[in-house]
């Protein structure tokens, strides 16, 4: 019996050479499936980045319900003024133009307000400023664009009152970096009964967080950003 040496050794390598090539193609797909991964994932933050930091194209903004901001509220501004906030104040200072006391200053101004707490359920918002409570329903009145110094723009997302306390104002006005729907972690809220001067108003921007954080959590929420 004569033995086909070549033929056999030709068969060895292909068996070997099969699993082989099984394996480095499933290695490639393995690998290229992460890489897609990891890059869209990255385009996506960056891309909420650029939102939070107000560069969107207006083909990005879209209508938002009441619903995105219900809940039990508290404003920061009591922390920023017992000194909660100095963290902040200081980090800000580590990296920005200002000293934390003139970012305390600034913050003075930005977080002034007389209501410390608010309440979103429905489409009925609560004012509480010490013990009197105001009350209105709201229905959305749109929202508008606005274009800050620096280039950079923002959505103010505004409700319109339909009923309630006459105390209550006629106009709240949200914003909190975001531009489509999507349930917030914080906001700043305008209010009053002059739709259009609300608009003019940027340097007063009492903000919120829920009611259930404590000082150092806001604290490190804040510094998460």
């Known amino acids: 019996m004569t033995t086909d040496f070549p033929g056999l050794i030709a068969a060895l390598a292909l068996a070997i050479a099969l699993p082989l090539a099984s394996a480095a193609q499933a290695e490639s ?26 560069y969107f194209d207006d083909a990005q903004i879209a209508a938002r ?31 920005g133009d200002k000293s934390a006391e003139a970012y305390t200053a600034y913050y003075e101004v930005g977080y002034a307000t007389e209501v410390d707490r608010l309440t979103i359920a ?12 105001v009350s209105g329903t709201y229905e959305s009145d749109g929202h508008e664009v606005l274009t800050y110094a620096k280039g950079n723009r923002g959505v103010r997302y505004i409700f319109a009152k339909t009923a309630g306390d ?13 531009i489509a729907p999507a349930e917030a972690d914080h906001y700043h809220l305008y209010w009053g009964d002059d739709r259009a001067a609300l608009l ?26």
């Not at 869209?40 to 891309?47: K, L, T, V």
């Not at 901001?69 to 017992?82: C, E, I, K, T």
């Not at 429905?122 to 409570?133: I, Q």
């Not at 006459?166 to 975001?178: G, L, T, V, Y």
């Open 29 to 54: 797909s393995k690998d290229h499936a992460h890489e897609h991964t990891h890059d869209h994932a990255h385009e996506h933050d960056h891309g909420d980045d650029a939102i939070y930091k107000g």
């Open 166 to 178: 006459a105390e209550a104002p006629a106009f709240i006005q949200f914003s909190d970096h975001r």
């Open 122 to 133: 429905g489409d009925k918002v609560s004012f509480h400023e010490g013990g009197k409570v």
């Open 65 to 95: 319900p009441l619903s995105d901001w219900q809940g039990d509220w508290q404003s920061v501004y009591p922390l920023l003024r017992d000194g909660t906030l100095a963290p902040v104040m200081a980090h800000k200072a580590e990296s």
């Open 200 to 225: 003019e108003e940027v340097t007063n921007w009492p903000t919120y967080y829920p009611s259930d954080l404590s000082g150092s959590q806001i604290v490190d929420e804040m510094l998460a950003h």
